[in-house]
Nanobody, 123 residues
Framework: QVQLVESGGGLVQAGGSLRLSCVAS???????MGWFRQAPGKERKFLAA????????YYENSVKGRFTISRDNAKRTVYLQMNSLKPEDTAVYLC?????????????????WGQGTQVTVSS
C-alpha cells in the first residue's frame, strides 16, 4: 500500500485561499490521485481527480473554477489549491490514491486514503 499524509488545512476567512498538500510514501506506484471532503453528518464527497500524467483533471461541479488539483510526481505530492472559499467548504479534506489503474474516468475505485486535514472557513 501507499501511505498518504495531508497538510495545509486551517482556518481561513470566506473569500480567502488555501493550498492543501498530500505526500505519498511507500513502494507502491500511484496512478490517479484525488481529493474528497467530509463535513459533520454528511457523506464523503468526491471533489477532484488528477491522472498519473498530471494533465487530465476532473472536478465536481461545486468546485469548478475555484479549486485546482495538480501533482508533482518527483515529490510524490498532490495539491489542492482552493480559492474563493465559502463557509460551505468547511470539512475534513482527504486525499486518495489508486495503486492500480481501473480504466475509468473519473476514477471509481480508490485503494489508499489519508487521515484528513481540517479546513474551516469563517463568514
Amino acid at each position: 500500500q501507499v501511505q498518504l499524509v495531508e497538510s495545509g488545512g486551517g482556518l481561513v476567512q470566506a473569500g480567502g485561499s488555501l493550498r492543501l498538500s498530500c505526500v505519498a510514501s511507500g513502494r507502491t506506484f500511484t496512478f490517479a490521485m484525488g481529493w474528497f471532503r467530509q463535513a459533520p453528518g454528511k457523506e464523503r464527497k468526491f471533489l477532484a481527480a488528477v491522472a498519473r500524467s498530471g494533465v487530465m483533471t476532473y472536478y465536481e461541479n461545486s468546485v469548478k473554477g475555484r479549486f485546482t488539483i495538480s501533482r508533482d510526481n518527483a515529490k510524490r505530492t498532490v495539491y489542492l489549491q482552493m480559492n474563493s472559499l465559502k463557509p460551505e467548504d468547511t470539512a475534513v479534506y482527504l486525499c486518495a490514491a489508486q495503486d492500480q489503474n481501473d480504466y475509468t474516468w473519473p476514477p471509481a475505485k480508490w485503494t489508499s486514503w489519508g487521515q484528513g486535514t481540517q479546513v474551516t472557513v469563517s463568514s
